[in-house]
């Protein structure tokens, strides 16, 4: 399954491919794989995804049409 939110993200936000590598610290090749499907995202990566991105983990996966995040926990 492609991550097509994660994409848009990214791409909305103008952020490359490479400086997403270097904040999530994995190659560029790696994290282009996350984005194309080809290999699963560790859960402990999706977390910083959904912080970074300002959304929950079921929205970058598709299940949930919901984008806003839900409540943190204080």
């Not at 991550?3 to 997403?20: A, G, P, T, V, Y």
């Not at 994290?31 to 959904?50: F, H």
């Amino acid at each position: 399954m492609m991550l097509q939110r994660l994409r848009d993200f990214r791409e909305d936000r103008d952020i490359s491919q490479k400086k997403m590598a270097e904040l999530l610290n994995v190659a560029q090749t790696t994290y282009s794989d996350y984005e194309r499907g080809k290999i699963n995202i560790p859960l402990d990566t999706l977390k910083k995804l959904a912080l970074f991105f300002d959304t929950s983990i079921d929205y970058l996966l598709e299940l949930t049409d919901e984008a806003k995040p839900y409540p943190r926990k204080k």
